[in-house]
């Protein structure tokens, strides 16, 4: 499997379990303005055309590193000890901290995997 490949298939993992994780917000009543406003959609659009439109190129690149660094920031977000007391016993509590934790693994490795094809890019010196 080629690296561009890899981190094409990283980031569209990240996007599901991010999209899952933004209905698990709404549902468990964290933010309940998930469903006002359109700005979630375009960010999982312009997730969505790094991946599948950009993903060669530089911008696609930058895309696909601020989405991870996205994906980090939840469960840095999250996990701060302000559920409620009874969250744990809670239908989809489990769903929703393995969501998290799957968010953040595979947003750090996208980090990675996007740093790493930033950075060996040949320099277009004349």
Not at 34 to 41: Q, S
Not at 96 to 110: E, R
Request: proline share 3%; charged share 15%; with cysteine.
């Amino acid at each position: 499997m080629r690296k561009n490949d890899l981190l094409a298939l990283m980031s569209l993992i990240s996007l599901v379990l991010l999209s899952v994780h933004v209905a698990d917000d709404y549902v468990q009543g964290f933010d309940r303005h998930v469903v006002d406003n359109p700005y979630g959609i375009l960010v999982f659009v312009l997730l969505a055309c790094g991946i599948f439109l950009f993903r060669e190129r530089v911008i696609g690149q930058v895309i696909l590193l601020l989405g991870g660094l996205f994906a980090v920031a939840m469960p840095i977000m999250h996990l701060n000890g302000r559920f409620p007391a009874d969250f744990a016993r809670a239908d989809g509590a489990f769903r929703f901290i393995w969501t998290l934790y799957a968010v953040g693994t595979i947003g750090a490795l996208t980090v990675i995997l996007a740093a790493r094809e930033l950075f060996s890019r040949p320099s277009r010196t004349k």
